[in-house]
């Protein structure tokens, strides 16, 4: 299956936050729209990175609460990796696993025009296994009731 598919059943909505903003307002968003990560923006509106749940209680571990008033510039990871509409799930899920990542962003040339999470390419990937499975014992329930 192609990502633009899975878009089409998820949807394609994309939560940024500026890089000058709080820590603390990243993780209200997130709280707020129930995700796992956001993509960051400089003052440009140009993507500069991504900051996830994750990275956030561990910056909280490694630190204290102070930290949370401090711009997510100084956390954000910086190597944004991306998939293609076109990319397969399979090609997606391997990306993910490579790069030790649990969100990516998809884009369509240069711009970004959805969101994916690993918990999203494995449930399409469980519905298209189970679908062709269930394919599989039909037919070979009609082969053996002939």
Do not use: W
């Not at 711009?71 to 509409?85: G, H, Q």
């Amino acid at each position: 299956m192609l990502v633009k598919y899975l878009l089409l059943q998820k949807g394609r909505d994309v939560e940024y936050i500026y890089s000058s903003e709080p820590l603390s307002n990243a993780g209200k968003r997130l709280a707020d729209k129930n995700i796992g990560a956001v993509l960051v923006c400089d003052d440009n509106d140009r993507l500069v990175g991504i900051l996830s749940e994750r990275d956030i209680v561990r910056i909280i571990g490694e630190n204290d609460l102070t930290v949370l008033a401090r711009p997510v510039c100084d956390f954000m990871k910086t190597s944004v990796i991306a998939c293609r509409e076109d990319d397969t799930l399979e090609f997606v899920m391997n990306l993910m696993a490579r790069g030790g990542c649990r969100h990516i962003p998809v884009q369509r040339g240069d711009a970004i025009c959805g969101m994916l999470s690993a918990t999203d390419v494995v449930r399409s990937l469980d519905q298209m296994y189970c679908i062709a499975d269930f394919t599989a014992d039909y037919q070979t329930a009609e082969r053996l009731a002939a």
